[in-house]
T-cell receptor
């Protein structure tokens, strides 16, 4: 149980294009999902908290107009990197919070490697 | 806010030996402490977690201990195997508050030499 999927697993795009990444909780409902960014050999950096049916909460320094988040259902959140540039190249990982049992257990997706040329 | 420090940043052990990774946290209100294992090119995988109402939890070769007074918790891996090689992250959170997120440590790269 508690499986989170991400699609695509990797994507290469040209500078200036937009890329959408999907995050799905496969066997549980997630009212809250999180989007992280990870650079090589570094820890996970929280970008935003995605709440079903409401606007996402972005961490300081993260441009909300560049990283569009939509959490349209209890099992799906999407991250769209708009007008991507080479500096946006990174490993993007989502997690979904399973509140079963009343605790803040997060399960992570497999990640999406974005390369912007 | 919460601050989590993790040590060591790299750890090399011989197969069969034990490995210990330590984390300290700053917010005494934190009560949920998960550990994640991340293999190269993959997302973090939850391997064990502990809540502040217990001092130790064990799952086969993996155990976690928590010292609330000192605000530190540790991951213990016994009889290490090459497949244990990965980056391990500790995290802290106020687990029963739906509005709180995880704060991660900097990670420990564990290398198990055959």
């Amino acid at each position: 149980g508690a499986v989170v999927s991400q699609h695509p697993s990797w994507v290469i795009c040209k500078s200036g294009t937009s890329v959408k990444i999907e995050c799905r909780s496969l066997d549980f409902q997630a009212t809250t999902m999180f989007w992280y960014r990870q650079f090589p050999k570094q820890s996970l950096m929280l970008m935003a908290t995605s709440n079903e049916g409401s606007k996402a909460t972005y961490e300081q320094g993260v441009e909300k107009d560049k990283f569009l988040i939509n959490h349209a259902s209890l099992t799906l959140s999407t991250l769209t990197v708009t007008s991507a540039h080479p500096e946006d190249s990174s490993f993007y990982i989502c997690s979904a919070r399973d509140l079963a049992g009343g605790f803040n257990t997060q399960y992570f997706g497999p990640g999406t490697r974005l390369t912007v040329l | 806010g919460e601050n989590v420090e993790q040590h060591p940043s790299t750890l090399s052990v011989q197969e069969g030996d034990s490995a210990v990774i330590k984390c300290t946290y700053s917010d005494s209100a934190s009560n949920y402490f998960p550990w994640y294992k991340q293999e190269l090119g993959k997302g973090p995988q939850l391997i064990i977690d502990i809540r502040s109402n217990v001092g130790e939890k064990k799952d086969q070769r993996i155990a976690v201990t928590l010292n609330k007074t000192a605000k530190h918790f540790s991951l213990h891996i016994t009889e290490t195997q090459p497949e244990d090689s990965a980056v391990y992250f500790c995290a802290a959170s106020i687990g029963d508050n739906a509005g709180n997120m995880l704060t991660f440590g900097g990670g420990t790269r564990l290398m198990v030499k055959p």
